[in-house]
């Protein structure tokens, strides 16, 4: 079975906030202000009202899940939320925030000796247009040399994006040196592009999601990039793979809309993460396989022609990994597409 996919288009639907007229309203810039400008202006968000513990909050999009999780985060409390005008909550951003203060995209660019620098080069700064950001090249002091990994780490902490350009080598190199791709996808603070082959424009994107929260960020940056590309993005929900003594169980109980209708983590996430591509207008399709992880994976990646590959980071601690399975560094050992290892430090608050 190569596996089950299935369209997802906007489609109308009932708001349970309230809804708030803010044409008249007075807004306390001290309150507003309680949101920073990446977080407000990324989901249309806009604090009204309230004190330490408690906070009123303007969205354009009120029942997006994946919305209202980054402004709680970004809050440190669960907001009361109510509905409100996209082109108002903008207009009254735009007067709170000047142009100065929005935090725009910072990408730090690396790349390695022998590596196809200059087609990574070129890739950057097309992202760098592409996102609105800023790209800045990363050197050693000595011109030529490789910075140190610690370097590039510590580099790392002020931008939202490493775009990694590799050194040049084969499959089979790759398989037998263990790259310091790897060692960057795992130790970098913020989300890391690993340029395998750049290719632009983006015009499909692969989004691999398995039911955890940090999926989350992935969606984000795979939105950011969709939108203004106008790419299509295939969200392969990596589904739970069953013993063979179960294969019966596994296609009778946990076909397609039985994980959407569901009551599990991969399905709850699945729902909410089509919703939020939905509410973003970005065309998608939703994929499921059958088999471990990784084969899901592969026979995706292989029968697809994909431009980007976005995927959460694994999980920091040796246990969650044992429970969860590890993804990332299979998956960065064999592709030749970019691939984006998400992580939870793009531009959702956490510069305060």
């Known amino acids: 079975m190569n596996g089950t996919d299935r369209q997802f288009t906007r489609s109308a639907g009932s708001t349970t906030a309230s809804h708030l007229a803010l044409d008249s309203l007075v807004l306390n810039p001290r309150i507003a202000r309680r949101l920073p400008p990446a977080v407000a202006f990324r989901y249309r968000a806009l604090p009204l009202a309230g004190d330490s513990d408690h906070i009123t909050v303007a969205m354009a999009e009120p029942d997006d899940a994946i919305a209202l999780a980054a402004v709680a985060d970004a809050l440190g409390t669960q907001p009361y939320v109510v509905h409100g005008d996209a082109k108002a909550i903008d207009e009254l951003l735009a007067e709170i925030w000047t142009e100065e203060s929005y935090h725009t995209l910072r990408l730090l660019v690396y790349c390695q000796a022998n590596s196809i620098a200059g087609q990574v080069q070129a890739y950057a700064q097309w992202l760098a247009e592409l996102l609105g950001g800023h790209p800045t090249e990363f050197r050693t002091a000595a011109e030529g040399e490789d910075a140190t990994l610690d370097d590039l780490v510590k580099a790392a902490h002020n931008y939202?994006?490493?775009i990694f350009g590799e050194p040049d080598q084969t499959l089979i190199q790759r398989l037998l040196s263990g790259t310091a791709d790897l060692k960057a996808a795992e130790q970098m603070p913020s989300s890391v592009l690993v340029a395998h082959q750049p290719r632009w424009p983006i015009h499909h994107i692969l989004l691999i999601i398995r039911g955890q929260e940090t999926d989350n960020v992935g969606v984000d940056w795979a939105v950011r990039l969709?939108?203004?590309?106008?790419?299509?993005?295939?969200?392969?929900?990596?589904?739970?793979?069953?013993?063979?003594?179960?294969?019966?169980?596994?296609?009778?109980?946990?076909?397609?809309?039985?994980?959407?209708?569901?009551?599990?983590?991969?399905?709850?996430?699945?729902?909410?993460i089509a919703q939020h591509l939905v509410n973003w207008d970005t065309r998608g399709t939703l994929r499921f396989r059958q088999g471990p992880a990784?084969?899901?994976?592969?026979?995706?990646?292989?029968?697809?022609?994909?431009?980007?590959?976005?995927?959460?980071?694994?999980?920091?601690?040796?246990?969650?990994?044992?429970?969860?399975?590890?993804?990332?560094?299979?998956?960065?050992?064999?592709?030749?597409?970019?691939?984006?290892?998400?992580?939870?430090?793009i531009s959702q608050g956490r510069r305060r």
Do not use: F
């Open 160 to 162: 939202d994006l490493v």
């Open 226 to 272: 969709a939108q203004p590309s106008q790419a299509n993005v295939t969200v392969l929900a990596v589904v739970p793979h069953m013993p063979a003594t179960y294969d019966h169980v596994t296609r009778k109980q946990y076909g397609l809309a039985q994980w959407l209708a569901t009551d599990t983590a991969l399905g709850r996430q699945t729902r909410r």
């Open 294 to 345: 990784e084969t899901q994976i592969q026979r995706e990646v292989l029968e697809g022609n994909y431009d980007l590959i976005v995927i959460a980071a694994d999980p920091s601690s040796w246990w969650s990994r044992r429970l969860s399975g590890e993804l990332v560094t299979p998956l960065l050992r064999w592709v030749d597409q970019p691939v984006l290892v998400a992580k939870p430090t």
